[in-house]
């Protein structure tokens, strides 16, 4: 099984790849969903598939907008040079898209995108005939539905199930929210995300006066979906035939990327996690509190406890490893406020855990000995890490 990583750019790309995964997605400067994830310009995309096919990884790239008619001649030209790069999928949604890309006769592949909301197996099995290589299911589907369809197509054409992350308030990403609150179209990757926002109530009658609904202590959220967490569904996605799990979040930090990555790599290559031990491990990242989603068939009351999941503050991302000098010595980039005599976690590529303790006296990059190093500067470690180990301080279980 195939373990599916996402990536806003060039950084991020490298991140993904060397926490463990099997492939990575990303969008250019068009056709993306994702207007805002920073996007890869064509030598970004060049230098992005390169790094990973040194690596042994795939790079699948995202064109999954809803094109107007003049916008073709840009696809055909952008889809022909990132060909000729070694591309090694185009995902997209949109059905002339597929045709004008199956005529160019391209060494790449081509995955439909959840954008299509695929949700059995006649569709499937149409795709595949029209020239689709994956086809990614939509998000409403049961485990049973997706293991029926598994057993339906007979593995004439790959699957693809996301696995975590953020969901739309809409089917499978087709909202118009944003349109029409904020003049930006979601569906060709400008989305403001206005189901995040938090919304009062006003009675017909006293327009104006705002009474507020309180969820939690941060107020009230009425489309705020909370994300997918279907670590549990791995094993018995991967015995259905399901050829590749994916992860949400183009737009989402190197910090996430390292830590969902490795969690979900840990987990396909046979590690056994309780759900308390990886509600754990998932609180460490910033989440609206994880959910099963319709993956048990019900969504309602399905949620993992709020209790347990939805935490913004358990960990502080606050550096991690550019440099391993010959001298032992390890030099940090630091993301937040580092202080002496901190202890904190480290996060290896490797997946594997450890704690190191801030010296009294910490030295910067430039021989500056400082009691703390705010972000925007280098520290100097004696303790040998890895490149790419993320270094972050945990707060206080509540």
């Excluded at 969008?27 to 992005?48: I, P, V, W």
């Excluded at 369809?149 to 693809?160: F, L, R, S």
């Excluded at 972000?375 to 490149?387: A, D, G, H, I, R």
Aim: proline share 3%.
């Amino acid at each position: 099984m195939e373990l599916l990583a996402p990536a806003g750019n060039l950084e991020k790309l490298k991140w993904a790849a060397v926490f463990g995964a099997d492939a990575v997605y990303f969008g250019t400067e068009f056709g993306s969903l994702r207007s805002y994830a920073g996007n890869f310009s064509m030598e970004d995309a060049e230098a992005g598939l390169k790094y990973l096919h040194e690596h042994g990884k795939k790079g699948y790239i995202t064109l999954n907008i809803y094109p107007f008619s003049d916008e073709f001649p840009r696809i055909v030209e952008m889809v022909r040079q990132l060909d000729e790069m070694g591309a090694d999928a185009f995902i997209v949604a949109d059905l002339g898209v597929l045709f004008a890309l199956r005529e160019l006769n391209l060494k790449a592949k081509i995955h439909i995108s959840t954008q299509a909301s695929t949700t059995n197996s006649r569709a499937v099995l149409a795709y595949g005939e029209l020239g689709a290589s994956r086809v990614n299911l939509a998000r409403e589907l049961s485990l049973e539905k997706i293991q029926d369809i598994q057993q339906e197509i007979k593995d004439e054409v790959e699957t693809e199930v996301f696995i975590h992350g953020a969901v739309c308030f809409s089917y499978s990403g087709r909202c118009a929210i944003s349109d029409y609150l904020t003049g930006h179209q979601a569906n060709r990757g400008e989305c403001k995300q206005p189901c995040r926002w938090k919304y009062g109530l006003v009675e017909e009658k006293r327009p104006g006066e705002v009474m507020p609904y309180f969820e939690d202590e941060r107020g009230s959220y009425f489309f705020n979906a909370r994300e997918l967490a279907l670590f549990e569904f791995v094993p018995q996605l991967k015995a259905a035939g399901v050829a590749s799990i994916k992860i949400e979040g183009r737009m989402k930090s190197i910090h996430y990327i390292a830590s969902t990555v490795s969690f979900y790599r840990k987990i396909i290559d046979g590690w056994q996690v309780n759900q308390d031990e990886a509600l754990k491990l998932l609180s460490r990242i910033p989440n609206r509190g994880y959910s099963k989603g319709f993956m048990k068939g019900d969504i309602n009351g399905d949620d993992y406890q709020a209790d347990e999941s939805r935490s913004h503050s358990e960990s502080i991302f606050v550096g991690n490893v550019i440099e391993t000098k010959a001298n032992g010595q390890t030099v940090v980039e630091v993301r937040n406020k580092i202080n002496a005599g901190d202890t904190l976690e480290t996060l290896s590529p490797d997946g594997t855990f450890g704690a190191i303790i801030m010296p009294d006296m910490l030295m910067t990059s430039i021989g500056e000995v400082v009691q703390f190093v705010n972000n925007s500067q280098f520290l100097v470690l004696k303790e040998s890490l890895p490149e790419y180990t993320v270094l972050r301080r945990l707060a206080p279980m509540a």
